[in-house]
Nanobody, 126 residues
Framework: VQLQASGGGLVQPGGSLRLSCAVSGVTKDYYGIGWFRQAPGEEREGLSYINRNGDITHYADSVKGRFTISRDSAKNTVYLQMNRLKLEDTAVYYC????????????????????WGQGTLVTVSS
C-alpha cells in the first residue's frame, strides 16, 4: 500500500485547508485510513480515522468539530477538511493505512498503522 499526502500550505488562523491522501498499491490489505500530525519536538498525534466503507469515523478531541474526514472510494482518496485552524495546528500531517482492524478511540493509535505517506506541512500563521 502506498500513500501520498498533499494539500498542505500556509494559512491564517481561522482559515481552512483540505488535505488529500491518495491510496494506491495493494488496496485490499488495509482496514482504514488515519490522519496524524507531528509538530517539532512533539510526539506523533492521531487525529482522525475512517474505515474502508466510510461509515465509521473517529476524531481526537483536539480536532473534533473542526476537522472532517471523508473518502472517495472511486478515487481511492481520503480527505481531511480542516476548518477554524489554530496556531497550534501547525505540524507535518501524515496519512497512514491501518493494517490491524481497530475502531473507536484506539483507531488513532499509530501502533495499528503499517503504511505511511511522506507527510505534508501545514503552517498556521498570521
Amino acid at each position: 500500500v502506498q500513500l501520498q499526502a498533499s494539500g498542505g500550505g500556509l494559512v491564517q488562523p481561522g482559515g481552512s485547508l483540505r488535505l488529500s491522501c491518495a491510496v494506491s498499491g495493494v488496496t485490499k490489505d488495509y482496514y482504514g485510513i488515519g490522519w496524524f500530525r507531528q509538530a517539532p519536538g512533539e510526539e506523533r498525534e492521531g487525529l482522525s480515522y475512517i474505515n474502508r466503507n466510510g461509515d465509521i469515523t473517529h476524531y481526537a478531541d483536539s480536532v473534533k468539530g473542526r476537522f472532517t474526514i471523508s473518502r472517495d472510494s472511486a478515487k481511492n482518496t481520503v480527505y481531511l477538511q480542516m476548518n477554524r485552524l489554530k496556531l497550534e495546528d501547525t505540524a507535518v500531517y501524515y496519512c497512514a493505512a491501518q493494517t490491524t482492524e481497530v475502531t473507536g478511540i484506539s483507531s488513532i493509535f499509530p501502533l495499528w498503522y503499517e503504511y505511511w505517506g511522506q507527510g505534508t506541512l501545514v503552517t498556521v500563521s498570521s
